[in-house]
């Protein structure tokens, strides 16, 4: 079992920026991969970011391409979640997930374990 702890959420004026944590714990060396998801209320969880835990390659949604951007720290057991130039429309409940195997696409829930509890970013207009 692989246990998930979401930190750094928050409010924030539009255009401000967050650092998002995520620690891993329990059985860490089964971890292929390592992302972010979000949702907001009344809509669907959807991919933010994710990295492979190895290799350190990243994917990201285009929605926030060029304004987030996932690391990890292996040493640690730790994946964050760098967000600048946040809008409004960035405000969800971020979780942080993570996936034993590789799946066909790594940015689908379905591909992922084990999940975080949450936390929840603001962005104010």
């Known amino acids: 079992q692989v246990q998930l702890a979401e930190s750094g959420g928050g409010l924030v004026q539009a255009g401000g920026s967050l650092r998002l944590s995520c620690a891993a714990s329990g059985r860490t060396s089964a971890i292929y991969i390592m992302g972010w998801f979000r949702q907001a209320p009344g809509k669907e969880r959807e991919f933010v970011a994710a990295i492979k835990w190895n290799s350190g390659s990243t994917y990201t949604a285009d929605s926030v391409k060029g304004r987030f951007a996932i690391s990890r720290d292996n040493a640690r057991n730790t994946v964050s979640l760098q967000m600048n130039s946040l809008k409004p429309e960035d405000t969800a409940v971020y979780y942080c997930?993570?996936?034993?195997?590789?799946?066909?696409?790594?940015?689908?829930?379905?591909?992922?374990?084990?999940w975080g509890q949450g936390t929840q970013v603001t962005v104010s207009s």
């Open positions: 997930a993570a996936a034993r195997y590789s799946g066909p696409y790594s940015t689908m829930t379905f591909e992922y374990d084990y």
